[in-house]
């Protein structure tokens, strides 16, 4: 008992030195978006970098791009700085520049969860999805990321891009024993069930995602063609009656009425 007492004070105490030590922090993984900065010019990097997220989130690109140029302005040793700076420049199609910028993020905070997770996205998207596991991994090791399972999420999506059904389904159960209400590992999973035909499985997926999230068009469009597939007829309806009130504009309201389930 005194041993167990005494480990957990331990690890109390480092994990709170960590906010005064970027070093360190740096070496158990926390992001250093996390951490806090002890000059002025990190503090004013990292006030721009958040704003430019914010931003960024919100679709206003051009407003990002400034708030990254005034946080790399501020503190040219920021690494979030660089990262933000990639994810706007990945938005705005500008790919070389982007993978520029998270190299350079990379080079100045290797093992940062969320810099490799954004890399990782980026090769995804930009043809490279075998090299981007390597840097899912690397962000998933983190013991100190808040977010393990947006890498875990990210990296079955580039599974499914190489049509490995079974190594992205791996994938999206790991983000799921990390975060029980991700919404996007759990409608993957319902599609790969019902494209396999477990259909049950499926189903259970689903159930569970509609009481977590508004259905969208391709939610409420799987839940037709897996009731469907069970051959529930009432529960069926109540999908289509969904999908062609909500969504009647919809490629997937045509196929209802096309009749095209597959």
Not at 33 to 43: L, N, R
Not at 47 to 59: A, F, M, W
Request: charged residues 20%; aromatic residues 8%; contains cysteine.
């Amino acid at each position: 008992m005194r041993r167990s007492v005494f480990l957990a004070a331990a690890a109390a105490v480092l994990l709170a030195g960590c906010a005064g030590n970027p070093h360190l922090s740096q070496q158990l993984g926390e992001p250093v978006s996390q951490q806090t900065m002890t000059t002025e010019a990190g503090q004013r990097a990292k006030v721009h970098t958040e704003l430019g997220g914010l931003y960024l989130s919100r679709g206003n690109a051009s407003v990002a791009l400034d708030e990254a140029n005034q946080a790399i302005s501020a503190d040219a040793s920021y690494a979030p700085a660089y990262n933000l700076m990639g994810l706007v420049r990945m938005q705005l199609g500008e790919n070389a520049l982007a993978e520029q910028s998270f190299k350079r993020a990379l080079s100045l905070a290797p093992s940062d969860p969320e810099i490799n997770n954004s890399f990782g996205w980026f090769l995804c998207q930009t043809g490279r999805e075998q090299l981007s596991f390597k840097y899912f991994q690397t962000a998933v090791k983190s013991p100190l990321y808040a977010t393990p399972t947006m890498p875990y999420t990210n990296a079955g999506i580039c599974a499914l891009r190489l049509k490995d059904d079974e190594a992205a389904e791996g994938y999206f159960l790991k983000a799921l024993r990390v975060d029980a209400a991700n919404a996007r590992a759990m409608y993957f999973l319902a599609d790969i069930a019902y494209r396999h035909g477990r259909l049950t499985d499926a189903r259970r997926y689903l159930d569970d995602l509609n009481r977590r999230v508004e259905p969208t068009a391709e939610i409420l469009w799987l839940g037709v063609r897996t009731e469907r597939g069970l051959g529930d007829r009432s529960a069926e309806a109540r999908y289509a009656s969904q999908l062609r009130s909500k969504f009647p504009d919809s490629p997937q309201t045509r196929r209802l009425l096309q009749g095209r389930y597959r």
